[in-house]
């Protein structure tokens, strides 16, 4: 048995990983695949996959790119969810501002530095005309830290998952002024070169499992129901959110990957852009 050590945030994309484990579909293949749930996000991964915490990643495209590009010893194996992530735009229920503009020049919670939270205000930044050398960021670390920051008003919005922070929404904490879309797909999968080496047909084996299962994830029946339940949303929500999803079975393309590098170097997010064999790794 092979142990592989998975790493993703705990949220709705990622409940056709925890089915294949439970299912008992990896262990078939003699693979012990281990998952943490990382609820800091995108940041906290880059650091667990540089330190040698996690082997995989599931990760965001954008967040990932720019942390290959800074020296992780990772690549991307493959698109994960092909949909664009919406990022809902978010304040405290009680706050003064009512529209986006209102923000311009305040302080934004982030989960921390090179996080997607902080690299979409910058795009956020940048679709809105803003300046985005004026960006001021508070690291709140996690979803619970930011509704601290912006009920005390030691930030002003915050930006995440819309239908995961929607039942903040529901309950008058957060009022969501405004979505920023992913301008790519949203979730890639990154695994640390070494265990690339190593081991690839396991990492094979590890997508083709996965692939299945995000392949006919839709079509399990009450699928609708158990999100709803294991995530707490509404299922009105969820069934809208799947409407929205769609799952990948396919490589990043060279084309995807300029386009983000192209973007992420525009605003300064990267000081310089990596081959496509640098970033991404077919298996």
Known sequence: MTTIKIAGVPEHFNLPWHLAIESG??????????????PEGTGKM??????????IAVILTEGIVKDIVAGNPS????????????????????????????????KVAISRLGSGSQLMAYVNADNQGWKTDNLQFEIVNTIDGAVEALSNGTADYFMWERFMTKPLVDKGIFRRIADCPTPWPCFVIAVHKEVLEKNPAIISKILAIINQT???FKDIPSIDKTLALNYHQKVEDIQEWLSLTHWSQKSLSAEMLNKVQ?????????????TFEDIVKTV
């Open 262 to 274: 192209n973007q992420l170097f525009q605003l300064k997010i990267i000081d310089k852009k990596g």
């Open 214 to 216: 995000t392949q006919e």
């Open 25 to 38: 579909d990896f262990e078939k293949e003699n693979i012990d695949l281990q998952w943490t749930d990382v």
């Open 46 to 55: 880059c650091q667990m996959l540089r330190d040698g915490e996690t082997d």
């Open 75 to 106: 690549k991307i194996v493959q698109i994960y969810v092909e949909s664009p992530l919406i990022w809902g735009i978010h304040v405290a229920a009680n706050s003064n501002y009512k529209i986006l503009a209102d923000v311009e020049n305040t």
